[in-house]
């Protein structure tokens, strides 16, 4: 079975400061990782996938399949990157369902 | 971009009717669309994956028969909360992929509150 874990309901920053949004997994083959990002009143939508290797803004997150970790940083957090931030599984043994972590409230403080 | 729509965005029903979710693609057409439950602070949880002409799937401990899903078009899904009882109020959330796409090509909609007094 395939699980996400988030174990910060909420960080709190200030701007400014860094920010790492932890996230483990379990699966047992090769998984796709994402991050996915809600605002304010807005819908999910995808943030970065750990296949490209992007940076979003600001934000990066590295595949450690030794620690079985996706987290999610930035170097200098801002006030509008407050938001609930959600990491996802996906599995070819799933069909491609996205299995998702229970998310993490990141507050920017200025 | 792609846009995935929801309708009602919010719905407040009497315990015992029954309430329907729509969730449409606007401009890609979708062979599987998703449904999920969000409680407050809470997580997504899939409810079920539909694909259009067959049966959905449901996910282990959802009534399929309290929540119906049609998913008559490639852009149209709907989901029927039957008979709907104050427990039944949440955030639904419906997702769609793109024809041929992978876990990355998954577009949410705006979902729908549903209240049940």
């Known amino acids: 079975a395939q699980r996400v874990t988030q174990p910060e309901k909420l960080l709190s920053v200030f701007k400014g400061a860094p920010v790492e949004l932890k996230c483990n997994y379990s699966?047992?083959?090769?998984?796709?990782l994402f991050w996915y990002v809600q605002y304010s009143r807005q819908r999910l939508q995808l943030l970065l996938r750990?296949?490209s290797r992007e940076s979003i803004k600001g934000f990066t997150a590295d595949l450690n399949k030794g620690e079985t970790s996706f987290h999610l940083k930035k170097p200098f957090a801002q006030e509008e990157d407050s938001a609930m931030y959600y990491c996802?599984?996906?599995?070819?043994?799933?069909?491609?369902?996205?299995?998702f972590g229970g998310g993490t409230r990141l507050m920017v403080k200025p | 971009g792609a846009v995935v729509s929801q309708h009602p965005s919010r719905v407040i029903c009497k315990s015992g009717t029954s309430v329907k979710i729509e969730c449409r693609s606007l401009?890609?057409?979708?062979?599987?669309m998703f449904w999920y439950r969000q409680f407050p602070k809470q997580s997504l949880m899939l409810m079920a994956t539909?694909?259009?002409?067959?049966?959905?799937?449901?996910e282990q401990g959802v009534e399929k028969d309290k929540f119906l899903i049609n998913h008559a078009s490639l852009t149209l899904s709907t989901l029927t909360v039957t008979s709907a009882h104050p427990e039944d109020s949440s955030f639904y959330i419906c997702?769609?992929?793109?024809?041929?796409?992978?876990?990355?090509?998954?577009?949410f909609g705006p979902g729908t509150r549903l209240t049940v007094l």
């Open positions: 750990h296949i």
């Open positions: 539909s694909n259009e002409g067959s049966k959905a799937t449901y």
């Open positions: 997702s769609a992929r793109a024809m041929g796409g992978g876990a990355d090509t998954q577009y």
């Open positions: 401009d890609f057409q979708a062979t599987t």
């Open positions: 699966y047992s083959g090769s998984p796709e």
């Open positions: 996802a599984l996906s599995g070819h043994n799933a069909g491609n369902m996205l299995t």
